[in-house]
């Protein structure tokens, strides 16, 4: 198991930066230049003006438990009632994404739930161990994690056809009425060339990928999900090497170890250029649109502190 890959984490013991009311009114002056050193800069991002109003008018109710959030309520998937459900822009994915939350995973510290507001029709969060049975999909389904059988984004169409080939012959009559010694060998290297011939020869034959999990916990919390055994036997996929953004960033960790929303992000824009194979124009920054105000919100506090 490589730690040194790109997980999706969460801080278990942290602590948000203190609220300073005067700090905050003097980031209203500021302008971008202010903030070259962001790396989310260069986000094809909807307007936020309207998280700077919510920003403004402080905390509000939730639409649906009455709850006092800041944003969105972080239960029920929502957005407050100062924030206008029209104003918040919605992203369509090329798959669906299935988050497991980890029962210990701290809500309000969650970045998984951006993903469901902003992808509502294409994300679900469950909490475990209340999760589906993902067996009879499996030829159509990955999971995100840097296990040592996992593979990258670029090999999934690869992978996945060999399992849906394995899954053919282990339920096709002809197939198994044969005695496996008198089938025709194939040579490894035959049977990688024939895969790949399908593969190029199909453009689309990626998309037998359908959906995608993502588990939300931290990695100490992590072992439990991963060896359940409604998750055995899923194509195990490792995301490319980046580094984090978020401010709840595990102590002691390497700056690799991503948010659950980091790790969604950029999970699907490999799969826009190397499965899909086509040119990123920020289908999917609108993913980040809560992330980068509230990274830049709480990076502009922690500096006005001095920290």
């Keep these: 198991m490589s730690l040194n890959s790109s997980t999706f984490l969460n801080e278990e013991h942290s602590q948000g930066p203190k609220r300073n ?3 905050l009114e003097s980031l209203e002056l500021q302008t971008p230049s202010s903030f070259q050193d962001n790396p989310l ?4 991002l909807a307007s936020q003006e309207v998280l700077e109003k919510a920003k403004k008018s402080g905390r509000s109710k939730c639409p649906r438990c009455s709850s006092s959030r800041m944003f969105y309520c972080y239960t029920c998937f929502v957005p407050v009632e100062t924030v206008p459900t029209t104003e918040i822009p919605t992203v369509k994915l090329p798959l669906k994404i299935d988050i497991i939350k980890h029962p210990n995973e701290t809500d309000g510290k969650s970045t998984a739930v951006h993903a469901k507001l902003l992808a509502p029709d294409d994300v679900t969060i469950y909490k475990y161990p209340c999760i589906p049975e993902y067996e009879e999909k499996r030829h159509e389904i990955a999971l995100i994690f840097p296990g040592p059988n996992s593979v990258s984004v670029k090999d ?3 992978h996945l056809q060999k399992n849906a080939k394995k899954g053919v012959c282990n339920n096709d009559d002809d197939c198994s009425r044969e005695p496996f010694l008198k089938q025709a060998k194939i040579e490894p290297k035959e049977e990688e060339k024939n895969l790949n011939e ?8 990626g998309a037998r990928l359908k959906k995608i999990i993502f588990i939300d916990s931290t990695w100490n919390q992590t072992n439990k999900i991963i060896t359940d055994e409604r ?3 899923l194509l195990q996929i490792e995301l490319k090497t980046r580094k984090t953004c978020f401010w709840r960033h595990q102590k002691g960790k390497p700056d690799t170890y991503l948010s659950t929303i980091e790790a969604i992000y950029y999970f699907l824009v490999d799969y826009h250029q190397e499965i899909l194979k086509e040119n990123y124009k920020g289908e999917y920054d609108n993913l980040l649109f809560f992330f980068s105000f509230m990274y830049t919100l709480i990076k502009n506090a922690k500096c006005c502190a001095g920290k």
């Design 21 to 23: 009311t005067e700090c």
């Design 41 to 44: 800069q260069q986000l094809q």
């Design 156 to 158: 999934i169409a690869f």
């Design 198 to 205: 399908c593969i190029s020869s199909n453009r689309s034959e």
């Design 231 to 233: 998750l055995q036997g």
